[in-house]
């Protein structure tokens, strides 16, 4: 079950959240953690859900398409199909 915490700083209302994941998601959680100098796991989740959130929208704006495109012309594209 979710507790409601306040933070003293801000007026946002937040939940607590339990997960059970397996260790190498946890794993996985913890080199992005490190690979993107994030502070905590919680802001890789933050920032993978608002990452997806975008992906998602636009997929959904472009008929379910979302191409990434690199600096690098040699770079080959990738096409993500978001369901």
Known sequence: MARRSKNQ???VVKKALNLRLPETVIERLEELKDL?????LSEVVRRAL???????NHSKKENGKTILEFPDPDQDKILLKII
């Open 9 to 11: 700083n801000s007026k």
């Open 50 to 56: 608002s990452t997806y959130e975008l992906l998602l």
């Open 36 to 40: 993107s100098e994030a502070d905590s």
